[in-house]
C-alpha cells in the first residue's frame, strides 16, 4: 500500500497493513507540501517507478478535493492504460482482467491488458477487519519512507509543490444550510404566481 503525506500518515497505512497489506509505503517531504492534484500524482508516479506492479488499485476521489483526478493522472504519467469507476475485476488470465465500469444508469465491461491504473469505487470490495494480531503486527513493521532525496532524479523540482500546482484554491467555505421557506397559505392561484414571480424579481434570477 502507497500513500503520499505527512509523517504522521503512516498512521493509515498501518491500518491497511492490519487488514492484510503485505508492505507499506510512505511518500513524505516538505517539498511535497501544498501539491494540487497534478503535482501530487506527479510525485506519486514517481514513487511508484521504484516499485514492481502489475495492477494498481487506487480510490475513486478523495474526500478533499473530491475531484477524481489523481488516479488517471498518475496512469498518465507511468504510461499506462486506465479504467476508473470500476466495481469489479475479473483475472482473464496473466496479463488480461476484465473491469465491470459503473455508470448512473448501466455499466460497461471493459477488457484491459496488465500492467493498468484501476479507480475503484467501494462497491468493489468489502475491506477486512483489523484483527488483534494484525494490528500488533503492522506496528512491528517498517515502512518505507520515499522523501525528494530518493525521488529527486525522477521529479522536477518546477512540477512539485506549491510551485508545481496550476491549480490555487482562493477560498474554501462551509456549506450554508437553506433557510426556511415562504407559505402561501389561503392564497389564490393568481396571487400565488404573482408572489413567485416577485420573488424571482427580487433575487435577480429574471
Known amino acids: 500500500v502507497v500513500c503520499m503525506g505527512p509523517p ?4 493509515a ?3 491497511a497493513l492490519a ?3 503485505d508492505d507499506g509505503v510512505l511518500i513524505s517531504g516538505r517539498e511535497f507540501g501544498g501539491s494540487d492534484t497534478l503535482a501530487t500524482s506527479t510525485i506519486i508516479a514517481a514513487g511508484l517507478k521504484t516499485l514492481d506492479y502489475d495492477l494498481i488499485i487506487t480510490g475513486r476521489q478523495a474526500i478533499d478535493g473530491d475531484t477524481a483526478q489523481v488516479g488517471p493522472q498518475i496512469a498518465e504519467h507511468l504510461g499506462l492504460p486506465q479504467v476508473s469507476y470500476a466495481e469489479d475485476i ?3 488470465s496473466e496479463n488480461s482482467i476484465i473491469v465491470k465500469r459503473q455508470y448512473e444508469d448501466r455499466y460497461q465491461k471493459v477488457r484491459i491488458k496488465t ?3 484501476i ?3 467501494t462497491e468493489l470490495a468489502e475491506p477486512r477487519y483489523m484483527s488483534v494480531s494484525g494490528t500488533v503486527d503492522a506496528y512491528a513493521k517498517e515502512i518505507k519512507v520515499l522523501g525528494f532525496e530518493e525521488l529527486k532524479d525522477k521529479l522536477n523540482p518546477e512540477h512539485i ?3 508545481g500546482s496550476p491549480t490555487n484554491v482562493v477560498q474554501s467555505f462551509t456549506k450554508q444550510a437553506k433557510g426556511a421557506g415562504t407559505v402561501l397559505k ?3 392561484a393568481d396571487e400565488a404566481v404573482k408572489a413567485i414571480i416577485a420573488k424571482l424579481e427580487e433575487k435577480y434570477i429574471i
Open 8 to 11: 504522521q500518515a503512516d498512521v
Open 13 to 15: 497505512i498501518r491500518e
Open 19 to 21: 487488514m492484510g497489506c
Open 90 to 92: 475479473q483475472v482473464e
Open 115 to 117: 500492467p493498468c491504473v
Open 119 to 121: 479507480t475503484a469505487l
Open 161 to 163: 509543490g506549491l510551485k
Open 186 to 188: 389561503d392564497a389564490s
